[in-house]
């Protein structure tokens, strides 16, 4: 039997449908993170995050002391979903431990400063959008298609020419 037009246009339709949701699943989950997001990363390279440092707040002397440190981040998370971030250095240990798309307080985004944060994965990304006081950061985090690069860019809403991104190793 032979296709009308209209059919093969409505075959068509159903097929650019399927694709589109196809192509779509799972890039908004609600957990757990894929596998490559998870292990131990150390920090090789970074730029701008004295600026950032500056734009929270702090002061010359912690700026200093951070921009020398390359601390280890480990990210872990449990069946249920519950996602656990630690970062290491020699001067300090912060954690948070979020779920996606439930808003949750930290304050090791912010320069121990209070902020209400959502982290939402989006494809090979993580985003978290971070409300502290006045402003409104975005905390970028991309993986390389292997994961073994995490890439971390950071910006301030109010003001783009804060812009910090830092560049990191999977160790594990």
């Given at each position: 039997?032979?296709?009308?037009?209209?059919?093969?246009?409505?075959?068509?339709?159903?097929?650019?449908?399927?694709?589109?949701?196809?192509?779509n699943?799972g890039?908004?989950?609600?957990?757990?993170?894929?596998?490559?997001?998870?292990?131990?990363?150390?920090?090789?390279?970074?730029?701008?995050?004295?600026?950032?440092m500056?734009?929270?707040?702090?002061?010359?002397?912690?700026?200093?002391?951070?921009?020398?440190?390359?601390?280890?981040?480990?990210?872990?998370?449990?069946e249920?979903?519950?996602?656990?971030?630690?970062?290491?250095?020699?001067?300090?240990?912060?954690?948070?431990?979020?779920?996606?798309?439930?808003?949750?307080q930290?304050?090791?985004?912010?320069?121990?400063?209070?902020?209400?944060v959502?982290?939402?994965?989006?494809?090979?990304?993580?985003?978290?959008?971070?409300?502290?006081?006045?402003?409104?950061?975005?905390?970028v985090?991309?993986?390389?298609?292997?994961?073994?690069k995490?890439?971390?860019?950071?910006?301030?809403?109010?003001?783009?020419?804060?812009?910090?991104?830092?560049?990191?190793?999977?160790?594990?």
């Amino acid at each position: 039997s032979v296709f009308r037009p209209q059919q093969c246009f409505a075959i068509m339709i159903f097929f650019a449908c399927l694709v589109v949701c196809i192509s779509n699943y799972g890039v908004e989950a609600r957990g757990p993170l894929p596998e490559y997001m998870l292990g131990k990363f150390q920090l090789e390279t970074s730029e701008g995050f004295s600026d950032f440092m500056y734009k929270m707040g702090v002061g010359w002397f912690q700026r200093s002391i951070a921009c020398t440190l390359y601390p280890v981040t480990t990210i872990s998370q449990t069946e249920d979903g519950e996602i656990t971030q630690v970062t290491q250095s020699s001067f300090k240990t912060k954690t948070d431990i979020f779920r996606l798309n439930t808003p949750y307080q930290s304050n090791s985004l912010t320069a121990g400063q209070p902020s209400t944060v959502v982290a939402r994965l989006q494809g090979n990304k993580i985003i978290r959008e971070v409300k502290k006081g006045d402003l409104d950061l975005a905390f970028v985090t991309e993986y390389s298609g292997d994961g073994n690069k995490m890439t971390m860019t950071v910006t301030v809403k109010q003001d783009p020419t804060i812009k910090a991104v830092r560049g990191f190793t999977r160790l594990a």
